[in-house]
């Protein structure tokens, strides 16, 4: 059984930045799909962005050139590098996994990831 646990959020005024880091326990081999979400009240789930098993990473619009995913497979730690935060950047972030699957990770709907953290909270406000 895989458990991931999100951290690092926090409230920052716009401009600011913030990682979040989510920690995987339990067997996630390297075929795996991880991947940061976040959901505004009100609003669906949105996928922010998505690591495979080559290193090769995807990217929401909305957060390209401002947000990095990336992993530390030592410390079995992904992250979230976030700069230049805006108030529309305010969600519940979450962290997935998802198992081997032939549909890139980008592309997989968030329905197809397998395990989830419980989130963490990023406010962004003046």
């Known amino acids: 059984q895989v458990q991931l646990m999100e951290s690092g959020g926090d409230s920052v005024q716009p401009g600011g930045s913030l990682r979040l880091s989510c920690v995987a326990s339990?067997?996630?081999?390297?075929?795996?799909?991880m991947g940061w979400f976040r959901q505004a009240p009100g609003k669906d789930r949105e996928g922010v962005a998505t690591?495979?098993?080559?290193?090769?990473?995807t990217s929401a619009d909305s957060v390209k050139g401002r947000f990095t995913i990336s992993k530390d497979n030592a410390k079995n730690t992904l992250y979230l590098q976030m700069n230049s935060l805006k108030p529309e950047d305010t969600a519940m972030y979450y962290c997935?996994?998802?198992?081997?699957?032939?549909?890139?990770?980008?592309?997989?709907?968030?329905?197809?990831?397998?395990?989830w953290g419980q989130g963490t909270q990023v406010t962004v406000s003046s």
């Open positions: 997935a996994a998802g198992r081997f699957s032939w549909v890139p990770c980008g592309a997989r709907p968030k329905s197809t990831y397998n395990y």
């Open positions: 339990g067997y996630i081999d390297n075929k795996y799909c």
């Open positions: 690591l495979d098993s080559g290193g090769r990473t």
